[in-house]
């Protein structure tokens, strides 16, 4: 709780900087609406957040949720029918990049920042190829209540929140955290470290299946849907407090470190800073939050974040 | 352990090193070979000199940033904002040389200023505010996007005929900006295998902490190798102003200057981690994703095909170089 707090501290500040300049923010439809336009980054933050503190990256998922969205329309092409075979097939991708992504960062030792990179290029060259380089067909009105109406999303978002928090509370979560400060001592005390470290990869693809399908209801097909959204993720993660490189953080900081960059967003709108420069003050705060956290760490743990962080990567 | 240890030592280490170079420049032959067949068998031409010459102009630009990549990642650093750097100098330089002649000095001055500056922003926010190297060059990244995004909506400035030279001129069969690629390499390589500071760029890579208990300023040293970094992904910027006679706001993102160095130097046998390869593994890693590209062009292949079997091909490179390193660690324990 302690470590989630300097982060829920500037989430409540950016909150209040919102609601100062527009008061329907403190309504409950103009609240849900930020919840609603948040939950995909949310939700790709808590999975990402699993790769991340197990000591790897994943930066395959914006790739995966344009992959996604482009398959649905594909498939679906406005036919309500074949909406739930469709989100079925959808699921199943997701998870399959998530275990190759596993499979390839574990047994064959790819490191994943390539391993995933590899993945992003394979997945966005592939759906283009099979699409003819442009987005086709139409997504049906069944899929696209779950991102538009306002209730669904953020069903599905308290629902995400409380199985990754109860999954980090389990066994899982601990073993996983052990995997990711010292990999060896956690094998030394019986983890089995590349089956924790790939269920990680899947719970990371299953995350941007579902961000996939809020953003294909809440969004709309087209081919940038994704694009940039792992950087996101994994700012926002960051953002929250996790260290990259493993080992410590945790899942609702991050989930908070999500909203607070979306508030940002949100604030910077509404204080009609330009799109462009929007760009800037989002650089000049991240390396801030974490230039902030970094500075306090080492009285909590001397010389730590240096070194790991470098063999992370 | 005993002296007559040693040597066998240095070589399973000689190894380990010249491995993965040795096995991009393989694959590179192979590569070249496989797609000369293939090119062939479609009725057509591979070796000739427009080819060659396409392949050389083509890795140009990225084997600069690859080799300031290097330097970053050798010491177990990365830079994400070269991309950014670049779309920033290309347009630095061509407002600097607004077409005359005699600008070409100040701009190149000034592209070279820009590039210290951030460079030194870049190293100072991971040393002096211990900012993960992902998340510092990723926000400085985004800076600099937001300032060229806020000023510039399109191409802008001119760079005036004589500088243009450096973009497309070549001697005999060697392009002008393959030699500036050349020389940079050459330069990368003296200074890692030569000089002071290039064996403690591996120190540091390879152990922070050893490194700093050995009396090496491991800050300055990563200090410095971001500045170099931001100086190769200027003169990338330079070499794409004068390609395009102006400078473009998205020429450096377009060409996804940061993942793909990246991905470049790791495919060299670089690894990430830091600490282990080398600049002349990057330079095969750059070559041989330029064949490739050329073979795929000559064969008229779906662009989006290429980018899959791009992933693929950085993935299993990696995949092998692992494999090797892992067997090498295995003998010795």
């Known amino acids: 709780m302690r470590r989630t707090l300097p982060i829920l501290a500037v989430l409540a500040v950016l909150l209040a900087a919102i609601a100062i300049a527009n008061p329907f923010f403190l309504e409950p439809a103009g609240f849900l609406g930020f919840v609603r336009r948040a939950a995909p980054l949310v939700i790709l933050a808590a999975g990402q957040y699993f790769v991340i503190v ?89 899929f696209r209540m779950f991102g538009r109406q306002t209730g669904w999303a953020v069903l599905i978002l308290a629902v995400t929140a409380l199985v990754v928090v ?29 089956r924790v470290r790939i269920l990680a990869f899947v719970l990371s693809g299953a995350s941007a299946v579902v961000a996939g399908i809020l953003l294909g209801g ?73 230039a902030a956290g970094a500075v306090r760490l080492p009285f909590a743990h001397p010389r730590r974040s240096k070194g790991d962080a470098h063999a992370a990567s | 352990m005993t002296p007559d240890a040693l040597p066998a030592r240095r070589s ?28 062939a068998a479609d009725g057509g031409q591979f070796l000739t000199l427009e080819n060659v010459v396409g392949v050389q102009q083509r890795s140009a630009a990225l084997g600069i940033v690859a080799v300031g990549q290097t330097l970053a990642i050798l010491a177990g650093s990365l830079d994400l904002s070269v991309a ?49 190297a992902f998340i510092a060059t990723l926000g400085v990244g985004l800076i600099i996007k937001g300032i060229v995004d806020h000023l510039y909506d399109g191409p802008a400035g001119r760079v005036p005929e004589t500088f243009q030279h450096l973009g497309y001129d070549r001697i ?39 490194a700093r208990l050995s009396g090496v300023r491991t800050d300055r040293v990563v200090i ?3 500045v170099l970094c931001s100086l190769c992904a200027g003169i990338a910027g330079l070499l794409l102003a004068a390609r395009l006679g102006a400078g473009a706001p998205t020429v450096g993102t377009d060409g996804g200057y940061d993942l793909e160095s990246i991905a470049a130097v790791v495919l060299g046998g670089t690894a990430l981690a830091g600490g282990r390869g080398g600049v002349a593994g990057t330079v095969g890693g750059v070559l041989l994703l330029a064949v490739l590209d050329s073979v795929f062009n000559q064969l008229e292949v779906n662009s989006f095909f290429k980018d899959v079997v791009r992933g693929v091909v950085i993935v299993v490179a990696v995949a092998v170089y692992a494999r090797r390193t892992g067997l090498l660690r295995g003998r010795r324990a």
């Open chain 2, 12 to 39: 399973r280490r000689f190894a380990a090193v010249a491995g993965p170079t040795r096995v991009v420049f393989l694959a590179l032959a192979g590569v070249i070979l496989i797609g000369w067949a293939l090119v």
């Open chain 2, 84 to 132: 950014y750097l670049i779309s920033l100098t290309s347009l630095v330089a061509a407002e600097t040389m607004a077409g005359q002649d005699s600008g070409i000095v100040a701009a190149i001055a000034a592209v070279a200023g820009v590039s210290v500056l951030v460079g030194l922003v870049n190293g100072l926010v991971i040393t002096k505010l211990r900012v993960h």
């Open chain 2, 224 to 226: 410095v190798t971001h």
């Open chain 1, 54 to 142: 197990s000591g790897e990256f994943d930066l395959s998922v914006g790739s995966l949720v344009t992959v996604e969205v482009v398959v649905a329309a594909r498939l679906i092409d406005g036919n309500e029918g074949a909406t739930w075979p469709v989100l079925l097939l959808l699921v199943v991708l997701g998870l399959l990049v998530g275990l190759a992504n596993g499979l390839v960062t574990t047994l064959l030792r790819v490191p994943s920042f390539i391993a995933t990179l590899g993945m992003m290029l394979v997945l966005s060259g592939a759906v283009f190829l099979w699409t003819g380089g442009a987005p086709r067909g139409a997504l049906s009105e069944g």
């Open chain 1, 218 to 290: 809440f969004a709309g097909v087209s081919a940038q849907v994704g694009q940039g959204l792992e950087f996101q993720a994994i700012t926002a993660v960051v953002l929250g407090g996790v260290v990259l490189g493993g080992g410590r953080g945790s899942v609702v900081a991050a989930m908070a470190g999500a909203l607070t960059l979306e508030a940002l967003f949100t604030l910077l709108n509404l204080y009609g800073i330009s799109g462009a420069l929007e760009f800037t003050v989002q650089g000049v705060i991240i390396i801030a939050a974490v």
């Open chain 1, 166 to 194: 109860l999954l980090t509370r389990a066994d899982f979560g601990r073993t996983l955290v052990a995997t990711g400060d010292n990999e060896r001592a956690a094998a030394l005390s019986g983890v089995r470290v590349n």
């Open chain 2, 172 to 210: 005999g069969p060697v392009p002008v900006s393959a030699l500036l690629w050349a020389a940079v390499a050459l330069t990368a390589w003296f200074l890692l295998s030569r000089t002071r500071y290039g064996y403690r760029v591996y120190a540091v890579g390879g152990d922070v902490e050893v």
